[in-house]
């Protein structure tokens, strides 16, 4: 921290991050609290419900739960609008729900949660107690997020969902050092705040270089990918009206591969897991000379060091390193090229569709 103690953050809160930080350890405990009834009572399957953005943040937990499960586990990501049309199948009075809301009002989150009650499906929600879907989960069954000071990405809603979610495979036998990583982790919200000093100018030279270009690829996978779909779909389209492809690293060499030539963007997250891989060599056939190097940016997680964090760990809060690298502060500066406020929208929430 010493190097970066007195870097300025454009329109960031750093003491009042580091406050939230403190917070969320205690959040966090009730999360596992919840988690811990959950495993004493039992449960056949558990579900991930979202849509738009908390869809994308809760496929890291997807990831997780069945990268560290055992094979009898069952966890499913579903979204909340297509549940509401077509159900699953699955889902019985014994499974389990986590689910979050920032606002306590999402509509189609509300309404799935309503039909879950009503067939006896236990439903745990990060959101507002006080809010529709606060009161519709039970306020006992609700875990509200530490204060918000207008800083940081994601991290913090990952971190709430990963206390719930690792904490049920603590229980299973599946992750037995969970203690050891709350411990480890209790603090990495100043490790954050250093990665951002540190990304700032990087973040700063991004977005004059491509926050204008017509068209930008993303291309992420494994932990990394649902914060690849929110940052080019909830930021970069919704509150920056750009165009955008988001494609796993998986699936870039089976059509999008064919988009690429001078000109085009294409910015890669690489991750710390096993889909790595499929991330080098995508990056070695983007540095082949397809295109210029101008038109290729790779943000690499595992670049960016947190002290004192065990490596079996580094998978985990990897997602919590990317949002605040392009969530954060690329967003921050996409905002002072194109001039275009990041809370300003044409259709969402500004009448009814």
Same mark, same amino acid.
């Given at each position: 921290?010493?190097?970066?103690?007195?870097?300025?953050?454009?329109?960031?809160?750093?003491?009042?991050?580091?406050?939230?930080?403190?917070?969320?350890?205690?959040?966090?405990?009730?999360? *596992?609290?919840? *988690? @811990?009834?959950?495993?004493? #009572?039992?449960? @056949? $399957?558990?579900?991930?419900?979202?849509?738009?953005?908390? /869809?994308?943040?809760?496929?890291?937990?997807?990831?997780?739960?069945?990268?560290?499960?055992?094979?009898?586990? #069952?966890?499913?990501?579903?979204?909340?609008?297509?549940?509401?049309?077509?159900?699953?199948?699955?889902?019985?009075?014994?499974?389990?729900?986590?689910?979050?809301?920032?606002?306590?009002?999402?509509?189609?989150?509300?309404?799935?949660?309503?039909?879950?009650?009503?067939?006896?499906?236990?439903?745990?929600?990060? &959101?507002?107690?006080?809010?529709?879907?606060?009161?519709?989960?039970?306020?006992?069954?609700?875990?509200?997020?530490?204060? @918000?000071?207008?800083?940081?990405?994601?991290?913090?809603?990952?971190?709430?969902?990963?206390?719930?979610?690792?904490?049920?495979?603590?229980?299973?036998?599946?992750?037995?050092?969970?203690?050891?990583? %709350?411990?480890? &982790?209790?603090?990495? /919200?100043?490790?954050?705040?250093?990665?951002?000093?540190?990304?700032?100018?990087?973040?700063?030279? !991004?977005?004059?270089?491509? $926050?204008?270009?017509?068209?930008?690829?993303? !291309?992420?996978?494994?932990?990394?990918?649902?914060?690849? %779909?929110?940052?080019?779909?909830?930021?970069?389209? #919704?509150?920056? /009206?750009?165009?955008?492809?988001?494609?796993?690293?998986?699936?870039?060499?089976?059509?999008?591969?064919?988009?690429?030539?001078?000109?085009?963007?294409?910015?890669?997250?690489?991750?710390?897991? #096993?889909?790595?891989?499929?991330?080098?060599?995508?990056?070695?056939?983007?540095?082949?000379?397809?295109?210029?190097?101008?038109?290729?940016?790779? !943000?690499?997680?595992?670049?960016?060091? !947190?002290?004192?964090? @065990?490596?079996?760990?580094?998978?985990?809060?990897?997602? /919590?390193?990317?949002?605040?690298?392009?969530?954060?502060?690329?967003?921050?500066?996409?905002?002072?090229?194109?001039?275009?406020?990041?809370?300003?929208?044409?259709?969402?929430?500004?009448?009814?569709?």
């Amino acid at each position: 921290m010493e190097e970066t103690e007195k870097v300025e953050i454009m329109n960031f809160d750093q003491k009042g991050y580091l406050k939230d930080g403190e917070e969320l350890y205690k959040v966090g405990k009730k999360m *596992a609290a919840l *988690a @811990d009834k959950v495993a004493e #009572e039992g449960y @056949d $399957a558990v579900f991930l419900l979202g849509v738009g953005g908390t /869809w994308d943040e809760l496929m890291q937990l997807e990831y997780m739960m069945n990268k560290f499960g055992d094979k009898d586990l #069952e966890c499913y990501l579903i979204h909340a609008a297509e549940y509401n049309v077509s159900g699953h199948k699955r889902m019985t009075e014994k499974s389990v729900v986590l689910t979050a809301s920032d606002s306590g009002t999402t509509p189609e989150i509300l309404q799935a949660i309503t039909t879950m009650k009503e067939q006896g499906v236990r439903v745990f929600a990060m &959101t507002k107690p006080e809010g529709p879907i606060g009161q519709a989960a039970g306020a006992e069954n609700c875990v509200q997020m530490a204060s @918000d000071h207008g800083s940081g990405g994601c991290e913090g809603g990952y971190y709430l969902a990963d206390c719930f979610g690792l904490r049920l495979l603590y229980h299973r036998g599946c992750f037995p050092k969970y203690d050891a990583f %709350i411990e480890q &982790t209790r603090g990495i /919200w100043s490790d954050l705040l250093d990665i951002r000093k540190r990304f700032e100018p990087k973040a700063e030279e !991004i977005a004059k270089k491509y $926050a204008l270009a017509p068209y930008t690829m993303f !291309i992420g996978g494994g932990a990394l990918w649902g914060e690849t %779909i929110l940052f080019a779909m909830c930021i970069l389209e #919704e509150m920056q /009206w750009k165009r955008t492809r988001y494609v796993t690293s998986a699936d870039f060499f089976h059509g999008t591969l064919e988009l690429v030539e001078p000109g085009v963007p294409v910015i890669l997250f690489k991750g710390e897991d #096993e889909y790595r891989a499929l991330d080098n060599r995508v990056e070695a056939f983007l540095k082949s000379g397809v295109t210029g190097d101008d038109d290729v940016v790779v !943000i690499d997680t595992a670049e960016y060091a !947190i002290e004192g964090l @065990d490596p079996e760990f580094r998978v985990i809060v990897s997602p /919590w390193i990317l949002t605040v690298l392009v969530t954060d502060r690329v967003s921050r500066y996409y905002e002072t090229v194109t001039k275009h406020n990041l809370q300003y929208r044409r259709y969402y929430h500004q009448f009814d569709y």
